[in-house]
T-cell receptor, first 108, second 112 residues
Framework: RKEVEQDPGPFNVPEGATVAFNCTYSNSASQSFFWYRQDCRKEPKLLMSVYSSGNEDGRFTAQLNRASQYISLLIRDSKLSDSATYLC?????????FGSGTKLNVKP | DVKVTQSSRYLVKRTGEKVFLECVQDMDHENMFWYRQDPGLGLRLIYFSYDVKMKEKGDIPEGYSVSREKKERFSLILESASTNQTSMYLCASNRDNNYEQYFGPGTRLTVT
């Protein structure tokens, strides 16, 4: 069983739409959670950390549900520039486990 | 601005060759990591290092070794390259107690 599982997509949405991704993780003792963004043929970059209380950064909202072991990312008012692959990442004692990513295509 | 550099963007090697992939970071990070990324499988951890001369196996260390002689440099070695090691290799680093990882641009290795 994979440590981190994500729906690969693609999610095809129009500009201005709201889109949500979920990710599940298998180790209940996992300590830290993140969303990374990866553009085509580029390296992953941190989008945001995910806190137990939930956190928001502009149009992006991340939530953590420890009881159900899932993490979510909500993107409001999608922009063309949001098109990318979003990677869910879980940290266990400084070892990082990456989901295979969810691809988002925002269309004009 | 954190910078992680990798020695090559593209590399083509023959089966059985010894391959060296170099990674250098300029932010004095304690921890360094080597991953490979394959379609549908995501990033998988090969090895990581939390200090000079220290190394820990990740999830898929078979066929690989690493070297960390200096804090800023972490090398991945394929002792005898095989076609199933054709992949994108990504190096990353982070500081202790700061979980954000910074990635290099990747090396796309093809083994023929």
């Amino acid at each position: 069983r994979k440590e981190v599982e994500q729906d690969p997509g693609p999610f095809n949405v129009p500009e201005g739409a709201t889109v949500a991704f979920n990710c599940t993780y298998s180790n209940s003792a996992s300590q830290s959670f993140f969303w990374y963004r990866q553009d085509c043929r580029k390296e992953p970059k941190l989008l945001m950390s995910v806190y137990s209380s939930g956190n928001e950064d502009g149009r992006f909202t991340a939530q953590l549900n420890r009881a159900s072991q899932y993490i979510s990312l909500l993107i409001r008012d999608s922009k063309l520039s949001d098109s990318a692959t979003y990677l869910c990442v879980v940290n266990d004692f400084n070892k990082f486990y990456f989901g295979s990513g969810t691809k988002l295509n925002v269309k004009p | 601005d954190v910078k992680v550099t990798q020695s090559s963007r593209y590399l083509v090697k023959r089966t059985g060759e010894k391959v060296f992939l170099e990674c250098v970071q300029d932010m004095d990070h304690e921890n360094m990591f080597w991953y490979r990324q394959d379609p549908g499988l995501g990033l998988r951890l090969i090895y990581f290092s939390y200090d000079v001369k220290m190394k820990e196996k990740g999830d898929i260390p078979e066929g690989y070794s690493v070297s960390r002689e200096k804090k800023e440099r972490f090398s991945l070695i394929l002792e005898s390259a095989s076609t199933n090691q054709t992949s994108m290799y990504l190096c990353a680093s982070n500081r202790d107690n700061n979980y954000e990882q910074y990635f290099g641009p990747g090396t796309r290795l093809t083994v023929t």
